[in-house]
């Protein structure tokens, strides 16, 4: 009894502690809730308080207010430098230099102006700066390259461009826009008033403004020279100017296009390209000799929407990602090291290949010069009697195709409305497996030895392969959960997708007794994926380790393959580019080539200039600066040997040749007979 009378004593016990302790909880909950709402209460008395709306409204009515604005001007700049120009290299000074005095001197106008146009001027410079700033990051993380007014024109293809944007926003790009948010939400609460009189200090004003000339004359002007002289290099123009400076020098550039060109004249242009091509001749030898080994065979080009070559030979999850393209480039000749000429579009990747020479930035020499004359390679073959033939599964106004194709030496050109209907669609264009099937189709019913481009297209940013039919039979990767829906996984099964589709096409070459008689060049048009996607970093460095200088490289180096018959299989590992297509091409099949800045790729010329300014050689890389591509270590020429100052002096000389070669017949329409 005694033991029970204790037990029932302790859980008497026990509940008064619980309920004692409940109570403390609850007294304690009570004191957080009062506490919080004399914290809320203090930040509403806060915001509320008189002279926190008079401080507002003194920064607002005053030149204060420019200086505000400057300085949010400038910490937006900084972010775009740091997330996308500067992201792995370190910002200049007289990049940070140029961009205070350049936002200086932008606000000018509203520092002369008086209160009211004074705060809507500079808020109208704030928006417009943020867009350009904001638009800038989208568009260098798209083509690791800086937006040109020229590129106005490229807004016609906003749908197919819109494509690529959900994976380009982020979250911190309203960071660009924050302060102009903030502003509008104090306009719209009143908390600010705009006074109709404010006197003007004139005497700020002069002297802002005799500060901004000293800038302009002793500053500005001088790293603005200096920059000009990267004509090409976006980048390095950035580093000595800013960004500011960069667009006034793309401004300025764009106006006095046809002013600043190096060869006005036909004449002039060939003088110094017989010298170039005399150079190569002296220089580079064949290092394969397949002269004519291919004449009057059959000869076909597919360009492969986005492959980049780190795709070639690797399995995801103990599946090939390109088991097709594995099999053909281990059968034939693979290069290893061909690079992009340009960044950005499909249309300059057919533009190099076709007319050897460097395109204008991202499909304008297709958009805007489409009635220009070029030594092309339809010409060429066209002449040695092949029947000539094209076909994309994209519409024919797209990148002014149709315009550029149709006055070319073509028998047969086909677009999207050459195809039914119904066929499968794959991003709103002709999938890649109809394509080549249509193809195969066709020149089944040639009588004649044919010359054939095929441009696909299904392997194109998104990735997500969007309209494919039965894609569990196309798509055999499994990505895994690590990638599964995500950019990186996307990508690999669209390569995949491509990979499939080129299979058939083999496959029906074959059945149709075409393939053993056939020259075949097979290689990827551009990039897929962003520079620094770390999701393909790190899975490449899974194999190999990339330093940044590496990482630059593999950003241009797309796959490629070519198949001579009766020639066995081998490797080339030496850079070569797309310009050197045309001329390879025709020395194989014995044609006579015409004018071209290529060389052919079993020469043994050991550089690639790309059209930003950029030198990539087996061992070294340039960007403004020489980098030893297998450490990644900058160089100092000064302090390397001769023969090797020379040799690195040649190629940036020849760089500056071709570009300029490449420029002016662009604009000047130089090639026209």
């Not at 017989?274 to 000799?289: F, G, H, S």
């Not at 990747?349 to 092309?376: R, V």
């Not at 087996?618 to 090797?644: A, H, P, Q, R």
């Amino acid at each position: 009894m005694k033991k029970i009378l204790k037990v029932i004593e302790k859980d008497i016990e026990l509940k008064d502690t619980t309920q004692v302790e409940s109570e403390e909880i609850i007294d304690n909950d009570k004191k957080i809730v009062n506490q919080g709402e004399k914290k809320s209460k203090k930040i509403k008395d806060f915001f509320n308080k008189e002279q926190v709306k008079q401080l507002l409204n003194k920064i607002i009515n005053t030149k204060i207010f420019v200086l505000v604005t400057s300085i949010s001007i400038f910490l937006k700049t900084l972010l775009l430098y740091k997330v996308a120009i500067f992201n792995n290299t370190q910002i200049t000074t007289n990049c940070i230099y140029n961009t205070i005095s350049f936002i200086s001197i932008i606000l000018i106008l509203p520092m002369l102006l008086k209160n009211r146009f004074r705060f809507i001027t500079a808020n109208i410079i704030n928006l417009f700066v943020s867009f350009l700033l904001c638009i800038n990051e989208i568009y260098y993380s798209y083509a690791t390259n800086l937006v040109s007014i020229s590129q106005i024109s490229n807004l016609q293809y906003g749908k197919e461009i819109s494509a690529a944007l959900p994976n380009l926003i982020h979250i911190h790009q309203i960071l660009y826009f924050i302060d102009i948010i903030l502003i509008l939400c104090l306009c719209a609460f009143k908390r600010i008033k705009l006074q109709k009189r404010v006197k003007n200090n004139y005497i700020v004003s002069i002297c802002y403004i005799i500060i901004m000339l000293m800038l302009i004359t002793k500053f500005v002007s001088k790293n603005i020279e200096e920059a000009r002289v990267h004509q090409y290099n976006k980048l390095l123009q950035v580093e000595n100017a800013s960004i500011y400076g960069y667009h006034y020098i793309d401004f300025t550039n764009n106006l006095n296009m046809k002013k600043n060109l190096k060869y006005k004249t036909k004449e002039a242009m060939l003088q110094d390209y017989n010298l170039l091509k005399n150079t190569y001749d002296e220089k580079y030898k064949l290092q394969y000799d397949f002269t004519e080994i291919a004449k009057d065979k059959n000869v076909i080009i597919v360009q492969l929407e986005s492959i980049q070559n780190f795709v070639v030979n690797r399995k995801i999850n103990g599946y090939e990602i390109t088991p097709n393209l594995n099999k053909f480039l281990n059968e034939n000749i693979k290069f290893t090291n061909m690079q992009n000429q340009s960044y950005s579009s499909t249309a300059d990747s057919e533009y190099s290949a076709m007319n050897s020479i460097f395109p204008l930035e991202n499909g304008m020499s297709f958009a805007q010069y489409a009635s220009n004359d070029y030594s092309d390679i339809y010409k060429l073959f066209k002449s040695a009697g092949y029947t000539t033939t094209y076909i994309h599964g994209n519409e024919g106004s797209f990148w002014n195709r149709e315009s550029v194709y149709s006055r070319l030496k073509i028998d047969n050109l086909y677009f999207d409305d050459k195809f039914d209907e119904n066929v499968e669609r794959i991003n709103e264009y002709v999938s890649d497996e109809q394509v080549y099937r249509k193809i195969v189709d066709e020149i089944k019913t040639y009588d004649n030895k044919f010359f054939v481009n095929i441009v696909a297209s299904s392997s194109h940013i998104a990735f997500d392969l969007p309209g494919i039919q039965n894609k569990e039979e196309k798509v055999k990767i499994d990505v895994g959960e690590q990638y599964k829906g995500m950019f990186f996984g996307n990508y690999l099964e669209a390569a995949n997708y491509a990979d499939y589709a080129f299979g058939i096409f083999i496959d029906e070459l074959k059945k149709a007794g075409l393939y053993e008689d056939t020259v075949i060049l097979v290689y990827g048009d551009h990039a897929g994926l962003q520079m620094y996607n770390y999701e393909m970093i790190d899975f490449i460095n899974e194999v190999t380790q990339l330093n940044d200088i590496k990482t630059q490289i593999n950003y241009s180096n797309v796959l490629c393959g070519l198949r001579i018959p009766g020639v066995k299989a081998f490797s080339i590992d030496k850079p070569v580019s797309k310009i050197d297509i045309k001329p390879t091409l025709t020395e194989i099949c014995g044609i006579e080539d015409g004018f071209s800045l290529g060389e052919s790729m079993f020469s043994n010329k050991d550089y690639v200039s790309l059209n930003n300014g950029r030198i990539i050689t087996d061992k070294y890389f340039y960007n403004g600066d020489w980098f030893l591509i297998e450490t990644g270590e900058m160089l100092d020429i000064n302090l390397m040997d001769d023969s090797v100052k020379q040799m690195l002096n040649y190629y940036l000389d020849c760089l500056q040749k071709e570009l300029d070669i490449s420029l002016s017949i662009n604009i000047l329409n130089l090639l026209k007979e």
